[in-house]
């Protein structure tokens, strides 16, 4: 008797074992491989007459001319899944010329669920901003909509690229911008349809006639996607401008 139990304890060890070995396997697929920022993100990083740029570990701060010295405004940027966070670093440099000041924030393993909180340590880079935004791209809009969900009356909006809020945002004062491109093919439309009662109070809605999914980052082109037939730097223009009256 206590042979069998002794050998159905090590299969049932065996097992477990190489689940585990299955899952880490999964793990080191799945997030491993990510779209990584490109020469004219890197360039984006660089400080310039019109933006300051500052790096650390964690996050990267744009800081721009004051376009409300009254009621400064500022963004916390969650990054879209399975991409490097500096990837987005062209579409932060312009905003931050615009006036806007900006945080955009490294996510553990490159997904913003893993750190949904992220904006809690990022606001305390810019004590001087009044007015904060939250938002981010695709799986990093949805996860920075969590987030203002939660933190509702400390924000004053969300600011979603190719994304769309699983929560119920109507009962807030939130100010809601979603901006999508017409040749997206990442963004699921029927949950984009589906969710859009979550902010339809609340939203300023912009589709950019020409812009895909990859467009509002620079790290090439991104699987299941549409080719833009617009530029880059015309689909940042667009989002730059589209955001300054916020």
Known sequence: MIQKKTRCGRIVAGVLGALVCVCLVACVVYFGGYYRADARALAALESDNAV????????????????????????????GANVEFTAYAPLMHAL??????????????NHAFMNISAADQAMKAAPQVERWFVGGHSLGGAMSAMYADD?????????????????????????VYCIHGTEDGVLNRDSHEKYQSNVASLVSELEIAGGNHALFGSYGFQKGDNAAKITSEEQIAQTVAFLHAA
């Open 52 to 79: 300051t740029v500052q790096a650390s570990d964690d996050q990267v701060v744009f800081s721009g001319p004051d376009a409300s010295p009254e009621s400064t405004r500022g963004l916390v940027f969650y990054p």
């Open 96 to 109: 931050a010329a615009d006036g806007w000041q900006v945080v955009l924030v490294k996510m553990p393993l």
């Open 151 to 175: 933190h509702a009356d400390q924000l004053q909006g969300l600011v979603l690229l190719a994304a769309f809020s699983t929560k119920d945002l109507t009962d807030t004062d939130l100010d």
